[in-house]
């Protein structure tokens, strides 16, 4: 009789992993379903139906919603403009702003694409770089550039570098797996693995594609609302168990082993702005991944959990489009409201994927955040300064994501 490995993690964690697992979905689903005491009715005051532009799905939207904007060759002269007269100003690249990388004409475009995330379907892509064109120092200018004009506050994504305290404010996504930082990866984003359905940290996660690989590694996008609204009419006691609290395993602090809160928010409509539900959760902070499974030192998740977040991530699949990303490409998304992941890939010879990441914030489009999101809202976007910011030039894995921070 072949022996079957433990589950990795917490007593009584239940038989759930990183990858999902759709027969084991199933299987606990019927099971859940089979039970007497399940709620009927959605969490009082949360809509029974979202409606509006950020509800869509992958089969539809293509033939609705031209998400690509494609610069010219006049735009592109003008984002060089801008890239030389930063240069000249011999300032650090924390110091990158509207007001130090000028787009006169195209300005007006990229505050109308911001306009899109928030209060339209929520992602973008922009197209018509060839990054082959630039050294790594300006393809970053360029790409904090473009980004500043969109959303011009940068977020903080590791508060380490180099072995120092520092603001590192770009990441590179690429696969190091195969170099010495193998055994300390706790994160899918520095290997070739599938990155199942999730949310960043921040308002808007943006990825530049410097390079793709040989093959594999499609961006997919689901609609939040489209999912919210599929749970609600026919599993409301999914809602019920999202917007309970859950604990969050924090990977980045061994102070404070995990929070609690739940993973999905529902915000009323005011004057000011319409009725929202938010999600936010990342599913390795649940089940673990490669160098850092679950913590034994904190509560294991419960069945209806495990459902829960293979139901997230089976309906995002179900719904969601691919973006075509391209070799040049930037792609801009509302973190709040649309949920991402990514095929597994093949690197081959110089065709390694190697992408850039900016999480951001833009004052004016901003939507409020809800209470129990504003420390990790303030550990991404307080306290960053022009002077503090850092700009890796070359890939390495963040301290969240590295056992051996």
């Keep these: ?7 990795r993690g917490p007593p009584g964690q239940p038989d759930i992993t990183y990858a999902p697992d759709f027969d084991r979905y199933q299987e606990r689903r019927k099971a859940i379903l089979s ?10 005051g949360l809509p029974k139906k979202l409606a509006g532009d950020l509800v869509w799905e992958g089969e539809s939207v293509r033939t609705t919603y031209n998400w690509t904007y494609i610069f010219s060759s006049d735009q592109v002269k003008e984002l060089e403009q801008a890239l030389r007269h930063f240069q000249s100003l011999s300032t650090s690249k924390g110091h990158i702003s509207p007001e130090t990388f000028p787009l006169p004409t195209v300005q007006a475009e990229l505050r109308r694409l911001s306009r899109e ?16 064109k630039y050294s790594r120092e ?26 120092k305290p520092a603001d590192v404010v770009l990441a ?25 359905f999730h949310t960043d940290t921040g308002d808007i996660v943006s990825l530049y594609a410097l390079n793709v690989a040989a093959s594999g590694g499609a961006s997919k996008l689901a609609s939040t609302w489209k999912v919210y609204n599929e749970l609600a009419e026919t599993r409301p006691d999914i809602i019920h168990t999202l ?6 395993e924090n990977f980045a602090q061994s102070d404070a082993k995990y929070t609690s809160r739940p993973l ?87 065709q390694k994927r190697h992408l850039l990441r900016l999480w951001l914030r833009d004052p004016e489009h901003a939507w409020d955040i809800p209470k129990e999101l504003a420390q990790r809202w303030e550990a991404v976007y307080g306290g960053v300064s022009a002077d503090a910011q850092v700009f890796p030039l070359e890939p390495y894995v963040r301290s969240e994501s590295n056992k051996g921070r």
């Excluded at 995330?117 to 082959?132: A, E, Q, S, Y």
């Excluded at 300006?138 to 072995?163: C, F, L, M, T, V």
């Excluded at 917007?243 to 969050?248: I, L």
């Design 264 to 350: 999905m928010f529902h915000q009323k409509g005011t004057r000011r702005s319409p009725e929202r539900v938010i999600l936010q959760y990342a599913r390795r902070y649940f089940v673990g991944f490669g160098a850092l499974p679950r913590s034994p030192d904190i509560p294991p998740i419960t069945e209806a959990q495990a459902e829960a977040l293979d139901a997230l991530h089976f309906l995002g699949d179900k719904y969601c489009v691919s973006t075509d990303f391209q070799k040049g490409d930037m792609q801009y998304v509302n973190n709040l409201a649309v949920f991402h992941a990514r095929d597994g890939f093949v690197d081959q010879g110089t």
């Design 35 to 44: 039970r007497n005491d399940l709620i009927k009715t959605l969490p009082e």
């Design 243 to 248: 917007t309970q609290p859950w604990d969050v």
């Design 138 to 163: 300006e393809n970053i200018i360029i790409y904090a550039g473009i980004s500043s004009h969109i959303a011009p506050i940068r977020g903080r994504q590791d508060s380490k570098y180099d072995g």
């Design 1 to 7: 009789m072949t022996a079957v490995s433990p589950i």
């Design 117 to 132: 995330l928030h209060h339209g379907h929520g992602f973008f892509v922009i197209r018509g770089i060839n990054p082959d």
């Design 172 to 196: 590179h996504i690429k696969d190091l797996s195969a170099g010495n930082d193998s055994g300390v990866i706790g994160s899918p984003a520095y290997t070739t693995d599938k990155q199942v």
